[in-house]
T-cell receptor
């Protein structure tokens, strides 16, 4: 099975940079995804890493190191609207299920 | 991007009654749909995986007789919470993907907030 651990909460101010880590124990997965979820809403896809290294999408970047069982989401130039919960997730190899991490609640202050 | 429509967005029901939640893929054929449950300030917990035309696969600890899943077509899956109790109150979210494994993106419905009174 999969176990993906994230910090429960992160706080930052507008304009800052924040990194949300995801450490995992897994029997095998295709790649690491990141989702954003605002309160009461559905998760929205942010980024995906199939290979080790950094993927950049605008203000958001995501990193994966399979050898370290570790990934992170980097948010730059933080805005108030970035206040939300962020989840890492993996597609399991054998079952093709999408399994979510524990989630990180980001609060951005003015 | 692909659109998944989930209905209703919220429902309040009396304890002991059953509630049906629909999940439709509007512009693509979803060979696989997933149902998640999310309690406040917690992560999305996978309840079951349904493939069109076959029985759903339930995660450990999820009662299949209580949470009935039907995936009768490539665009519709339903979750019925039978004999609902207050502890079933939660946010239920469906997700759909197109054929193929690996990094196929999952598309999520808007979620259904169920309150059992």
């Amino acid at each position: 099975g999969q176990s993906l651990e994230q910090p429960s909460e992160v706080t930052a101010v507008e304009g800052a940079i924040v990194q949300i880590n995801c450490t995992y124990q897994t029997s095998g997965f295709y790649g690491l995804s990141w989702y954003q979820q605002h309160d009461g809403g559905a998760p929205t896809f942010l980024s995906y890493n199939a290979l080790d290294g950094l993927e950049e999408t605008g203000r958001f970047s995501s990193f994966l190191s399979r050898s370290d069982s570790y990934g992170y989401l980097l948010l730059q130039e933080l805005q108030m609207k970035d206040s939300a919960s962020y989840f890492c997730a993996v597609w399991e190899y054998n079952t093709d299920k999408l399994i979510f991490g524990t989630g990180t609640r980001l609060q951005v202050f003015p | 991007g692909a659109v998944v429509s989930q209905h209703p967005s919220w429902v309040i029901c009396k304890s002991g009654t059953s509630v049906k939640i629909e999940c439709r893929s509007l512009d693509f054929q979803a060979t696989t749909m997933f149902w998640y449950r999310q309690f406040p300030k917690q992560s999305l917990m996978l309840m079951a995986t349904s493939n069109e035309g076959s029985k759903a696969t339930y995660e450990q600890g999820v009662e299949k007789d209580k949470f009935l899943i039907n995936h009768a077509s490539l665009t519709l899956s339903t979750l019925t919470v039978t004999s609902a109790h207050p502890e079933d109150s939660s946010f239920y979210i469906c997700s759909a993907r197109t054929a193929g494994g690996g990094n196929t993106e999952a598309f999520f419905g808007q979620g259904t907030r169920l309150t059992v009174v």
